[in-house]
């Protein structure tokens, strides 16, 4: 055991509550305030995980975020969540972990065996082999991946759920240690409506694992704490802990995910209450005091269990009571790993510092700590786990190795590279931060831009009284833009000057790059320095090239630990300033979100809405099987008994054909459209003409874009000269309202019209057949049905049932036909009535299957299915539709005399019939001229565009799109699906009354 | 000649007529009731076109609300501003045929649109102290801002809807019938955490719209101007 559990005052864990967990199947304990990173570690873990590619054996490097190598899957079945940090894993009774790599075990990882030839394994070596032979690459990935690692995605649905909630303040102040809460005191005090959050259980950040710094006169802790009490009386100031800021977008809208219960035991957790819970915040001014995240040194075999960074050792020993060794050697660039030193040694460890500046520290230091000036370490040692540090003697002012230095004995070795501030959210926008060589760090602006203020460590003041006294300057700044007046105070930190840090990233080991032992940078994808060069003399020398070239950044950690050093290692290969190399691109997440936060309620019967209309409960009721359309669910076909789709549409198609059928057509979009204008605005948005249409009389239109393709259609009726009611397919309704607005309110708002949805208002029942007007006798005395009195593409007004009712004699299947509007309050008592006076003729419901088929057999397109955006009314043989004669034009006329949309040999709509009657083609087979498909590529006449069985003709027919269809009536063709082909002839796309004498009858 | 079949007196429905509201039980956090069979008519008209306004007024008893998100109350009923050229009248159902008349006879010549949008729309009042956080779940505007006698059209997950705050105890929300099966299921499921009950109008009452109500006051006499 190296790690061990030590008595720390001020610790954040409670000893008196014991955990049991298991990890791996072995039953284990810690207690409350643990992380199951510090419960591993006490539990004397330290071999965590195989590595990525080379299978070396790693452990835990960090603390919180940053950490690269700890991954865990986390309990099992339903609530299994993979590749958590364990550093960020709360501990909780009964908790269940298991490690994601090392396989079959972590002690024994076969890929380890083949990562001896990690020779041949640099870099980019994907790119170079397991190419040949092509066929064997689902079998080489399906081992890439088993030997890779990470988790398992969940196979069960998730029971849990999730929630949004949205927020507008004034102030959001994003992290909760000293330059948070200090800011988000000052701006509660102000009067602002403030919202704090941390990404931590606990507010504090760094405080936490330092609670003897002197803050305000007193100890970190109880700054923090008189800070919390303080805010808590404040009424319009919120705190939310476990909460992650993930992505900062474009006008001040900050996603964040706040775990309500994933620190829970799962026999706790509430199921009323959600599980994780994605904050939308809008604020005036985003406060960015992140912080800034240690960076480990680099240097041969960093990567070996026990390697840690300082911060990390350090917060194990003050928050959580674990001393990560025995015998430890801490090296770094800052006096960090002095204040490291000391506490580790009172707590009882033997530390040897290799200290890489010219200058002892003057500062009192703990016995049993040994200093070793001017000494870097050169390598670890150790194979399955550290056991011994070969330290190098710099040149005090150049990375050189100037001699050798001792080979120190240990159990833990954590080095400091120097802190990183986490930039990510300001630079969610694209932009870059900003390389401070003084600071040796990516900064953001101490004046942040509009909107957002930084405060703290994240602009590079890293010590506490900078820090504080940059938060006081950001938020006088913040008050002012804001015009509020307040104070704004901070504590004094007087801790004494620090010494001047020596610059340090990749520590020399005497030898050339490559030749000792691996130096990796990041840890996640097993990129080494070496790997670095590598790309630089295979000429990938952008940053993003090098990112991509070697996989640095690209882990589940995001490159935290790993990036800088990997920027810096790139410029000093290219020879040129870090700050012209700069960084890679900062994108969200700044941490893994699970989808469920993302989606909220947009998921299950709340994905997406499910309109009904008004009849619904009627359809359900007589066993309608459903289809959705665009948003709607509508009958699809009324199975009898145990009929299938074809038994039933055969059945309805009949009905409609020689007796009578309802269905209901209330989905269609209908827009109420008023003013002097009306005929002129309908003359320009439709193809055909609207200046004759008369009182009492609907026509049929036509929609093109400026293009000339048909993107809509539907019948428009006359209701008085100023008034129309136009209706338009139902999945097209909100668009075609938008085009609608969008050519008055753009390009003709001289035109004095008003258009509005009436959609929801009306709900339309169409009675259909011969024996239609029959059953509309028994319904309606006051309107005189006679076919002389009421014609086809007629519209009356009467009394239906009792209602006032709109009734429109317009056929979409070719027969008698009635469509009956009434307000949709009275929708469903229309249907039941109309059902109830069909009852003597057998009426039958019936649903969209039947209704294509009835409209097809009549060659009546459906846009969107006939169509698909690329067909003018020509190429549909719909010249009828098109008026050219009108005074001021119409949307689409012009393209249509464009050279290719005037071409003769477009696809064109005709009907094909299958020599086989009982051959139903298959909708989108393509159309082809010859029966030999033995020579490919050839070329594509046309697709299938609707393909039914006629239940009247008994036997199949198909509508088309062919090139140069017009011509062709007659010809013999074929039809490809799935490699078989079919003979067809092409015919009319009017398969049944050509003449139309039925539904004008 | 076989007798005209008509339909029930009682058989208008609402667009959640199909839920089971209870009696409230207990000290409920929140509660809910659809406001049902009101009358909704859509006025169009320039908001600067003083002959329209005075138009209005006088079937109206009340000059059009102008600023957004103003609303009016008059005799009619309740009137929400919804753009420059858009008014919803929010009426007693037994009113709205007199009041389409009226306003269609008023406006001959303006240039204006009555529409009536009756069979189209609901209301469902959300009131209780959790209501202002349950609507911050459900859709991003800032009800803060949102003061008693104003309205605001905006969006909730994937649908839209239109907020009126009469009092201080809930809101009033208006939308659309085919998406209030969808609206209704997300306002149920958003207030897992806060025992929602789903009650009747008389438990759960607008001030403002309770008098519109089918078993409110009697439906008031709508005069035309132009007889």
């Known amino acids: 055991m190296t790690a061990q559990r030590v008595d720390v005052a001020g610790a954040r864990i409670d000893t008196r ?57 986390l309990e099992e079945g339903a609530y299994t969540v993979p590749n958590i940090k364990a550093t960020q894993a709360e501990l909780y009774d009964g908790l269940r972990a298991s490690s994601t790599s090392g396989w079959p075990s972590l002690d024994f990882d076969l890929k380890a065996v083949l990562g001896q030839a990690s020779r041949f394994m640099p870099a980019g070596f994907y790119s170079k082999t397991f190419k040949w032979p092509r066929s064997f690459w689902p079998a080489y990935e399906t081992v890439i991946r088993k030997f890779a690692g990470f988790g398992s995605a969940p196979t069960e649905a998730d029971p849990e759920r999730y929630d949004h909630l949205h927020h507008h303040v004034d102030v959001l102040v994003i992290g909760g240690g000293a330059a948070g809460l200090s800011a988000a005191l000052i701006a509660g005090k102000a009067g602002l409506k403030t919202l704090l959050i941390d990404e931590q259980s ?31 009386k404040l009424p319009h100031v919120t705190r939310l802990a476990r909460t992650t800021a993930f992505g900062l977008y474009q006008d001040n809208l900050v996603l964040a995910v706040e775990l309500l219960q994933d620190h829970l035991p799962l026999g706790q957790r509430n199921a009323q209450q959600p599980r994780q819970r994605q904050h939308k915040i809008r604020a005036h001014q985003v406060v960015l005091a992140t912080g800034a995240i240690e960076r480990p040194l680099v240097f041969g075999n960093n990567d070996l269990p026990g390697v840690m960074t300082v911060s990390a050792g350090h917060t194990f020993l003050n928050r959580y009571g674990v001393r990560v060794g025995q015998d430890i050697v801490l090296t770094g660039t800052s006096d960090v790993i002095y204040d490291a030193a000391n506490a580790l ?144 105070v901070v504590p004094r930190s007087n801790v004494p000057a620090p010494q001047a840090p020596r610059h340090l990233f990749r520590v020399p080991d005497g030898k050339p790059e490559g030749v000792g032992s691996k130096a990796f940078v990041d840890y996640q994808n097993d ?73 909220g309620t947009m998921e299950g019967a709340t994905f997406d809405p499910v309109r009904t209309t008004a009849i619904h409960a009627s359809h359900t009721a007589r066993n309608a099987a459903l289809e959705p359309v665009g948003q709607w669910m509508r009958p699809w076909y009324f199975p009898k008994g145990n009929e299938d789709l074809h038994a039933a549409v055969k059945r309805e198609c009949l009905a409609a054909r020689t007796g009578v059928a309802v269905m209901d057509a209330s989905t269609l979009g209908k827009i109420q459209i008023d003013g002097p204008d009306a005929r002129e605005f309908l003359n320009r948005v439709y193809s055909n003409a609207w200046s004759q249409l008369a009182p009492g009389k609907c026509r049929y239109g036509l929609m093109l874009d400026e293009n000339g393709m048909v993107t809509d259609d539907g019948v428009t009726a006359c209701i008085s000269d100023t008034r129309f009611y136009m209706t338009t397919t139902t999945g097209g309704a909100a668009k075609v309202l938008n085009w609608l607005e969008r050519w008055h309110q753009t390009e003709w708002p001289e035109l004095k019209v008003w258009m509005t949805s009436v959609t929801d208002h009306w709900s339309t029942v169409a009675l259909v057949g011969p024996k239609s007007r029959q059953v509309l006798a028994r319904l309606c005395q006051d309107i005189d049905l006679s076919p002389e009195a009421f014609k086809f593409m007629d519209w009356r007004e009467g009394t239906v049932a009792g209602l006032r009712c709109r009734v429109f004699r317009i056929s979409f299947s070719g027969e008698i036909s009635y469509e009956l509007n009434v307000e949709s309050g009275y929708g469903q008592a229309l249907w039941e009535a109309v059902m109830a006076a069909g009852a003597d003729f057998d009426i039958t419901p019936y649903g969209t299957e039947s209704m294509h088929v009835l409209r097809a057999e009549k060659g009546f397109i459906i846009v969107g299915q006939d169509t698909d955006g690329s067909m003018t009314p020509v190429d549909l043989q719909m010249s009828w539709a098109l008026s050219m004669k009108k005074s001021f034009s119409f949307l689409g006329k012009r393209s249509l005399s464009r050279s290719d949309t005037a071409r003769s040999d477009r696809k064109q709509l005709v009907g094909l019939l299958t020599d086989d009657p009982a051959h139903v083609l298959v909708e989108g087979a393509q159309v082809i001229e010859g029966a030999d498909i033995s020579k490919v590529p050839m070329p594509m006449l046309g697709h299938v565009t609707s393909s039914y069985h006629s239940p009247e003709l008994g036997r199949s027919i198909a509508m088309a799109v062919v090139r140069g269809g017009a011509k062709r009536e007659g010809e013999r063709l074929f039809v490809m699906a799935g490699g078989k082909v079919t003979p067809v002839k092409v015919s009319s796309t009017v398969f049944i009354d050509p003449k139309g004498e039925r539904q004008n009858a | ?94 009113d709205r045929d007199a009041l389409v008349q009226a306003l269609e006879q008023a406006l001959q010549g303006c240039f204006a649109q009555v529409a009536d949008n009756s069979g189209g729309f609901t209301s469902l009042r959300l009131q209780g102290a959790a209501h202002q956080r349950l609507l911050n779940h459900l859709s991003p505007y800032d009800f803060d801002q949102l003061g008693v006698g104003q309205c605001v059209s905006t969006v909730l997950s994937k649908a839209t809807f239109t907020v009126l705050r009469t009092d201080e105890q809930g809101v009033t929300l208006v939308f659309r019938r085919s998406f209030a099966g969808y609206i209704w299921q997300l306002i149920e499921r958003t207030a897992v955490p806060y025992g929602l009950q789903l009650t009747d109008a008389k438990s759960c009452s607008d001030a403002w719209l309770a008098p519109l109500l089918a078993d409110g006051k009697k439906a008031t006499r709508v005069q035309p101007s132009f007889a």
């Open chain 1, 17 to 73: 509550k014991k955990i049991a967990f298991t990890f791996d199947g072995k039953a284990c304990t810690g207690y409350a305030g643990d992380t199951l990173a510090s419960a591993l570690l006490a539990n004397g873990y330290l071999r965590l995980a195989r590595s990525f590619k080379y299978g070396r054996p790693r452990g835990l490097i960090g603390a919180g975020a940053e950490e690269p190598n700890a991954l865990v899957q």
């Open chain 1, 202 to 232: 606990e507010f504090g950040g760094w405080l936490l694992s330092d609670p003897k710094l002197p803050v305000g006169g007193a100890g970190a802790d109880a700054f923090v704490r008189n800070t919390l009490a303080a805010l808590d």
């Open chain 1, 345 to 488: 040694a009172a707590a009882g460890a033997k530390v040897s510092v290799a200290d890489p500046r010219e200058k002892a520290i003057a500062r009192r230091l703990e016995p049993n700590v040994t200093v070793y000036q001017g000494y870097a370490v050169g390598e670890a040692l150790g194979r399955q786990q550290v056991r011994a540090a070969r330290l190098v003697k710099l040149h005090p002012t150049r990375d050189e190795v100037v001699g050798k230095g001792p080979t120190l004995r240990c159990d833990a070795l954590l080095s400091s590279g120097g802190l990183s501030p986490t930039v990510h959210l300001f630079c969610h926008d694209g932009s870059r931060p900003i390389w401070n060589d003084d600071v040796a760090a990516f900064v953001v602006p101490k004046s942040g831009r509009a909107g957002i203020a930084c405060a703290g460590s994240v602009t590079g003041a890293f010590s506490l009284q900078e820090a504080l006294a940059q938060t006081a300057e950001a938020m006088r700044k913040v008050l002012e833009t804001l015009g509020v007046q307040g104070e704004v």
């Open chain 1, 527 to 599: 990129v080494t320095a070496a790997d670095i060069e590598l790309s630089i003399r295979e000429n990938w020398q952008h940053i993003e090239h090098v990112k991509r070239f070697t996989a640095l950044g690209f882990g589940t950690d995001q490159g935290k630990l790993s990036n800088v050093n990997g920027f810096v290692i790139t410029a000093r290969t290219l020879k040129r300033p870090v700050g012209e190399v700069s960084t890679t691109t900062y994108r969200p997440a700044y941490t893994p979100v699970s989808l469920g936060a993302l989606a």
């Open chain 2, 1 to 94: 000649m076989p007798k005209s079949i008509q339909i029930a007196a009682d058989a208008l429905r609402s667009p959640l007529s199909h839920l089971r509201p209870a009696a409230v039980r207990g000290d409920t956090g929140l509660r809910a009731a659809e406001l049902p069979n009101l009358g909704y008519i859509v006025l169009r008209g320039r908001q600067d076109d003083g002959v329209f306004l005075d138009a209005v007024a006088a079937v109206l008893g009340a000059p059009l609300p102008r600023k957004p998100r103003s609303t009016v109350r008059c005799a009619a009923g309740v009137v929400l501003w919804q753009s420059p050229d858009e008014w919803w009248l929010l009426c007693a159902r037994a």
